[in-house]
């Protein structure tokens, strides 16, 4: 079975330009997230989706951040404009169920550099 | 919001010890999750843990919710045990629920 993929790997960008993530869960999930990694903290949700529906998007800066996931299956995540402390790891994961117990499949993230 | 504090937030160890992680969380939950982070970035979930004991290989958990505290046990660690072991509950955070992650505890196992 095939994990949760991710791409790019690594971005760098400077402040202001705009970025973009996406993310491929897996197959049969419905419901999936995204998280920031700042270095030295753990994962923060940034917003969830079931299906193609936003269950929790409170802690999206939605000034400058934005998510979609138009056909319940692929999602991504933009950012405009950067700022300096976007600078993270962007977690994306999926899980079959909609329960926050249920187990949680991360990606290898989107490390984003901005200058 | 809840607040989920680990500790050591740093750990060394030789091959072979054996370690101890604890997880204290801020309110009452009917729910903990343990995680590894490899060197790599690759987070997976090791443990979901309400309450009591669970065991796999090398690694235990034991949760006390009524205390507000849960235990990782890694008994002699090998080097592929190194990186960051999360713990994280679900709380309520901005007026809805979420898992919610400490800040980790680092672990080095040196050959």
């Known amino acids: 079975e095939a994990g949760v993929a991710q791409s790019p790997r690594y971005k760098i960008i400077e402040k202001r330009q705009s970025v973009a993530f996406w993310c491929n869960p897996i197959?049969?999930?419905?419901?999936l997230y995204w998280y920031q990694q700042i270095l030295g903290q753990g994962p923060k949700l940034l917003i969830q989706f079931q299906n193609n529906g936003v269950v929790d998007d409170s802690q999206l800066p939605k000034d400058r951040f934005s998510a979609e996931r138009l056909k319940g299956v692929d999602s991504t995540l933009k950012i405009q404009p950067a700022k300096l402390e976007d600078s993270a790891v962007y977690l994306c994961?999926?899980?079959?169920?909609?329960?926050?117990?249920?187990?949680?499949?991360f990606g290898p993230g989107t490390r984003l550099t901005v200058l | 919001g809840i607040q989920v504090e680990q500790s050591p937030p740093d750990l060394i160890l030789q091959e072979g010890a054996n370690s101890t992680l604890r997880c204290n969380f801020s309110?009452?939950?009917?729910?903990l999750q343990w995680f590894h982070q490899n060197p790599w970035g690759q987070l997976i979930n090791l443990f979901y843990i309400p309450s009591g004991t669970k065991q796999n290989g090398r690694l235990s958990a034991t949760t006390v919710a009524t205390e507000r505290y849960s235990l990782l046990y890694i008994s002699s660690s090998q080097t592929t045990d190194s990186g960051v072991y999360f713990c994280a509950v679900v709380g309520e955070m901005d007026s809805s629920y979420k898992l919610i992650f400490g800040s980790g505890t680092r672990l080095l196992v040196r050959p």
């Open positions: 197959s049969g999930h419905a419901t």
């Open positions: 994961a999926s899980s079959l169920g909609p329960e926050l117990t249920d187990t949680q499949y």
């Open positions: 309110d009452s939950v009917n729910n």
